[in-house]
């Protein structure tokens, strides 16, 4: 893997089933940046095309016009950490990055991880601004059909997945302060922040809606364009409770302000599986894809990232395609 430039686990159970998120800044959108190259096969950033060689074990399995370019362009939010995130020198780091980095040294492309708000991501894919995207996306059937799941009505082509990870949603409070909300059942009439355009915001207007229909206050939602966003507002006092999915939400609580500013709380909802999104009809990359992971599962170096990150719970035995449900 080669850095060109800046930015971007196991269950409890409580209530429904779901899982993840939404987005970056819209200066990174708006400048379009070229984040990460992930490189296959070993070296490193050749600032344009690279050869893909004889050493990459699965180089023949994707598209000739993947293999002619080099690269595979990948849209993803930078902004979810321990899945994608900048460290401390700016540098793109995280559990998708890393899996990047090993798929492209089974596939010999690298793979550029370009700023995209997580609630566009797909529409870009569709319009063909991506080759794949890769930013903890929950599959489901909403996203594999192109559904609104505010509205139930179809918005575009839906995506095929290619599942590599499982992560259900989790709930976060300030440590420093007594929290009016210990599980799933006391967030009527709270405040919640979370990412705009997320799994987790899909479930908490669902529970809202359980609220009201109980005769009880609706649950105030306050949607951010990343998880980071809604974690700042939540530790100045502007929110109750935080909703993302357990990794972000686990990371936030073992690390933000050295562990002291967040403590989880209930359990997590029932997992649902991560997915690298290819446009409906790419099935060669999507299958290519699919035999990379496999490859990297095989090989010992899936459980390896996922130690690094401190998500093995999250780990799937073998890919699959579009297995949410």
């Known amino acids: 893997m080669t850095v060109t430039s800046a930015f971007r686990t196991a269950p409890d159970r409580p209530p429904t089933s779901l899982g993840r998120r939404a987005a970056a800044s819209a200066a990174a959108v708006a400048a379009g940046a070229l984040l990460l190259a992930a490189c296959g096969g070993g070296g490193g950033d050749t600032g344009g095309r690279k050869d893909t060689g004889s050493a990459a074990p ?7 016009s993947i293999r002619d370019k080099g690269y595979l362009d990948v849209g993803s939010d930078i902004a979810y950490p321990p899945v994608e995130f900048k460290d ?6 995280g559990l998708d990055p890393d899996l990047a980095a090993a798929l492209g040294r089974q596939l010999g492309v690298e793979f550029r991880f370009r700023i995209g708000t997580f609630d566009t991501l797909l529409t870009g894919l569709r319009a063909k601004r991506y080759d794949i995207a890769m930013s903890a996306f929950t599959d489901n059937k909403n996203r594999q059909n192109g559904i609104d799941p505010a509205t139930g009505k179809k918005v575009g082509e839906g995506v095929d997945f290619v ?15 007594p929290s009016p909300v210990k599980g799933w059942g006391d967030l009527c009439g709270r405040k919640a922040v979370l990412q705009r355009g997320s799994v987790s915001e899909d479930l908490a207007r669902k529970l809202s809606a359980r609220c009201v229909a109980a005769g009880k206050a609706p649950i105030a939602l306050e949607p951010f364009d990343n998880d980071q966003q ?19 939400a686990e990371y936030a609580a073992r690390t933000s302000g050295g562990g002291r500013d967040f403590r989880r709380v209930g359990g997590q909802v029932q997992a649902a599986p991560y997915g690298i999104a290819v446009a409906k009809g790419n099935t060669q990359l999507r299958d290519a894809l699919k035999s990379a992971v496999d490859a990297v599962m095989a090989s010992g170096e899936y459980t390896r990232i996922l130690k690094k990150w401190g998500v093995t719970g999250g780990a799937i035995h073998r890919a699959e395609i579009n297995g949410g449900s």
Do not use: C, E, H, N
């Not at 699965?58 to 000739?64: E, G, I, K, R």
């Open 230 to 248: 809604a974690q700042t507002r939540l530790r100045s006092g502007g929110g109750d409770v935080g909703i993302s999915d357990y990794p972000v």
């Open 58 to 64: 699965l180089a023949t399995a994707l598209p000739q």
């Open 163 to 177: 599942d590599y990870f499982s992560a259900g949603v989790a709930m976060y409070v300030r440590k420093d302060a």
């Open 88 to 93: 401390a020198k700016g540098r793109a780091v």
